[in-house]
């Protein structure tokens, strides 16, 4: 069975670049599926990120667009998040996961990654 | 401010039956997009607990069910369980927001 699991720094001073990495195993990165960035800051709700298809094809959250960049690495069965300009309300856990149909089946292993913006 | 809105809390206790209820809009719900529920247990990962508004995932106990009416959706858990204490959290598509994929804000349960 599929199985995600989110890496990167967890702190990340501003204005800096965030940059997280999901590691796909159990199921080719190529397979007919989008793959997710959704992200929860410390007590709040969820928030939708954004995701990639494996031709390449991504839809992004319209408030995050400008700063967001998502990439695949079919090579290493990885994909992989980017968000530039980052401010403390880039606080937060970060999860991949992976989209059946219009819902989540699969997300990353344990609690995903939490990722602090601070100087 | 989320664009599907949940209730901050509710409460209930064990073995009663409680709703968390998941209001849109014409752009998403009412559009007649599918309405998912996900359970969060602390430090964990969200579980998929209702997909296509009112089917179940292997596993999922029969006291969840959800359903959808017009702009809204509801999850409903009877014989409410001390283990059911946790967040939960409705999440559809909006075709107002440039294909955006959307949560509610999440409804805090607690099993009095």
């Known amino acids: 069975q599929v199985q995600l699991q989110e890496s990167g720094p967890g702190l990340v001073e501003p204005p800096g670049t965030l940059s997280l990495t999901c590691t796909v195993s159990?199921?080719?990165?190529?397979?007919?599926?989008?793959w997710n960035w959704v992200r929860q800051p410390p007590g709040k709700g969820l928030e939708w990120i954004g995701e990639i298809y494996h031709s390449g094809d991504t839809n992004y959250n319209p408030s995050l667009k400008s700063r967001v960049t998502i990439s695949l690495d079919k090579s290493k069965n990885q994909f992989s998040l980017r968000l530039s300009s980052v401010t403390a309300a880039d606080t937060a856990v970060y999860y991949c996961a992976r989209r059946t149909g219009s819902y989540y089946i699969n997300w990353g292993r344990g609690q995903g990654t939490l990722v602090t913006v601070s100087s | 401010q989320s664009v599907l809105t949940q209730p901050p809390s509710v409460s209930g206790a064990p073995g009663q039956r409680v709703t968390i209820s998941c209001t849109g809009s014409n752009s998403n719900i009412g559009a007649g997009y599918d309405v998912h529920w996900y359970q969060q247990l602390p430090g964990t990962a969200p579980k998929l607990l209702i997909y296509n508004n009112n089917n179940r995932p292997s596993g999922v106990p029969d006291r969840f069910s959800g359903s959808r009416s017009g702009t809204s959706a509801s999850l409903a858990i009877t014989g409410l369980q001390a283990e059911d204490e946790a967040d939960y959290y409705c999440?559809?598509?909006?075709?107002?927001?440039?294909?955006?994929?959307?949560f509610g804000g999440g409804t805090k349960l607690t099993v009095l």
């Open positions: 999440q559809s598509y909006d075709n107002n927001l440039s294909g955006s994929r959307v």
């Open positions: 159990g199921d080719s990165i190529s397979s007919s599926y989008w």
